[in-house]
Every structure is written in structure tokens, then in C-alpha cells.
């Protein structure tokens, strides 16, 4: 079992340009988790899907977020245009049957807008 | 408005003593809670999970309350060690949105040989 793989590790761009975080969750799950982290607002669920169908994306901050999840074993967060404040790691997750089941982290994505 | 409170201050302790790790939660009614551990550089990673009728859950060394009257969980580390030195989340379900877990902010625990 290889884990929640998250692609990049590391992402440096300027301001304005467009940034897509990718995301291969473990096999059979079937919810995924984005969050943004923070020293200042720690841990923050952006969206999450179940069965590759978006339910929740309250926390998505603004309109220059999407995510999408075109099959069960692929997601992607996209920012355009990016801004210096979306700086933070971004993590992505996955479960066996939601919140009552453990969620299985990547080692998320550092992004930095400069 | 709902809010998950996790001890501010880091926390200090002795190699061999009790680690005792506090949870507080406003305006939810979870039916889980979970704790994970996140290493620098690293994603949290599931420790414990407690239902809400279940008053204590053990696992090794570490062992979890949940009081849905006092809206407190407690997660304690007997016997601790340097290397359970990390930062330490408690997560709880938002009720009737069966996918949503939310984090608190997390406490960093060191542990001093």
C-alpha cells in the first residue's frame, strides 16, 4: 500500500500564475479530503468528495479555487490566479466510509507565491 | 459559532512521565472523535478514534476519554518517550455531514530524556 500520494512536494511561483496540486488517493476508498494548513489557522478542510462527487466546498476559500476528482484514483486543486496569501501546505486525504474511519494523509504540498 | 480548543501552550515533560493532552469543543455534537500525530514536514497520522458511547479507548501507551456532557476529550501518553515529542490533533465529525472532520489547532508535545 503506497500511501496518498501528493504531487508536488514543493511549489514556488509568482503571483498571478496558475498552480495545480495533484492527488492519487489509496485504492478502494472512497472520500477524499483537501485541507490547507497554517501556522495561523492550522488545519482547514477546503472540500471533500465522496465517490469522486464534490459534497462539500464551503471551505474553499474564494473562486480562484477548484478542485476536481475525474475518477476514483485522481484529484486535482487548482489556483488561478494565485496570490501571496495562498501560501501554506496543502494536504490531501482519504477514507474507508468518511469521517467515522480513519483519514490517511500525503506529506501534503508547499506551496509558495512569491 | 463552533470552535475546537486545543492546550495553546506547548507542552514540556519528562521522559518516563504522563503526557495529558486536552480537547475542548463548542456548539458540536460529534458522534466521533479522532487524534492523529503530525511530525514536521510530515501529514498527520491516525492515532485513536472514540465514538461518542464510548467513555475510554486504549491503545499501547496511549489512551483516550471522550465526555460529550463536559464537550472534552483527553488523550493521554503513559511512560512517555523522546521520540512521542510531536504536535498532536484532536478532529471531531460535523453530525449528519457523514464525510466533514474538522481539526483543532493542535498541541506540540516535547519530551525530555
Known sequence: DAGVIQSPRHEVTEMGQEVTLRCKPISGHDYLFWY???????????????????????????????????????????????????????FCASSFQGANSPLHFGNGTRLTVT | SQKIEQNSEALNIQEGKTATLTCNYTNYSPAYLQWYRQDPGRGPVFLLLIRENEKEKRKERLKVTFDTTLKQSLFHITASQPADSATYLCALDIMGQGGKLIFGQGTELSVKP
Open chain 1, 36 to 90: 490547507r494548513q497554517t501556522m495561523m489557522r492550522g488545519l482547514e478542510l477546503l472540500i471533500y468528495f465522496n465517490n469522486n462527487v464534490p459534497i462539500d466546498d464551503s471551505g474553499m476559500p474564494e473562486d480562484r479555487f477548484s478542485a476536481k476528482m475525474p475518477n476514483a484514483s485522481f484529484s486535482t486543486l487548482k489556483i488561478q490566479p494565485s496570490e501571496p496569501r495562498d501560501s501554506a501546505v496543502y
